[in-house]
T-cell receptor, first 112, second 114 residues
Framework: GQQLNQSPQSMFIQEGEDVSMNCTSSSIFNTWLWYKQDPGEGPVLLIALYKAGELTSNGRLTAQFGITRKDSFLNISASIPSDVGIYFCAGQPPGSQGNLIFGKGTKLSVKP | EPEVTQTPSHQVTQMGQEVILRCVPI?????FYWYRQILGQKVEFLVS????????KSEIFDDQFSVERPDGSNFTLKIRSTKLEDSAMYFC????????????FGDGTRLSIL
């Protein structure tokens, strides 16, 4: 089945630094979503992307839907301690009735 | 902001027992989903449900699993005869449409099979 390769697996950064993570696939997706998950909680939607080339911001977060429809990136600018958590990309394949395929996550640690 | 709510937050069950996990999706949403996340791993799709029937399911969703919308607000996942490997976080999600509207997740039920 389709798989998403998410990188990096983990990041240790200093507060105030910018962060970049991405997801790639050998198959195309119609939708890319970015979620954040805190321990013991469910994924919380950060950004949803529906069109190839789309660039969307949500506060300090910016994400793009790759032109080839096979990749997406998420940038976080000026990181703060509460950005700590696991970030997941998720893609919806063409023809899917809601099946989201998730990446393995990027664990972000921020040092104050 | 409307939320997806799940109960219980933690369920401990003996192997072989039946378990029912409950979800109340966001009220005006029409599409409902179950996912699971084994500890330390990625979130995996189980099933999607629309108009009182399954619209898509994964290989994980075998005959042991069933879903139901018993009334206008609840959406349940039943596991008939639990196995040790069913231990995981189970997340319910809902969305307004199947495309161009994101899925919103509940906080999950941690299922522990002994």
């Amino acid at each position: 089945g389709q798989q998403l390769n998410q990188s990096p697996q983990s990041m240790f950064i200093q507060e105030g630094e910018d962060v970049s993570m991405n997801c790639t696939s050998s198959s195309i997706f119609n939708t890319w979503l970015w979620y954040k998950q805190d321990p013991g909680e469910g994924p919380v939607l950060l950004i949803a992307l529906y069109k190839a080339g789309e660039l969307t911001s949500n506060g300090r977060l910016t994400a793009q839907f790759g032109i080839t429809r096979k990749d997406s990136f998420l940038n976080i600018s000026a990181s703060i301690p509460s950005d700590v958590g696991i970030y997941f990309c998720a893609g919806q394949p063409p023809g899917s009735q809601g099946n989201l395929i998730f990446g393995k996550g990027t664990k972000l640690s921020v040092k104050p | 902001e409307p939320e997806v709510t799940q109960t219980p937050s933690h369920q401990v069950t003996q192997m072989g027992q039946e378990v029912i996990l409950r979800c109340v999706p966001i009220s005006n949403h029409l599409y409902f989903y179950w996912y699971r996340q084994i500890l330390g791993q990625k979130v995996e799709f189980l099933v999607s449900f629309y108009n009182n029937e399954i619209s898509e399911k994964s290989e994980i969703f075998d005959d042991q699993f069933s879903v139901e919308r018993p009334d206008g607000s609840n959406f349940t996942l039943k596991i008939r005869s639990t196995k040790l490997e069913d231990s995981a976080m189970y997340f319910c999600a809902s969305s307004n449409t199947v495309t161009r509207r994101p899925q919103h997740f509940g906080d999950g039920t941690r299922l522990s099979i002994l």
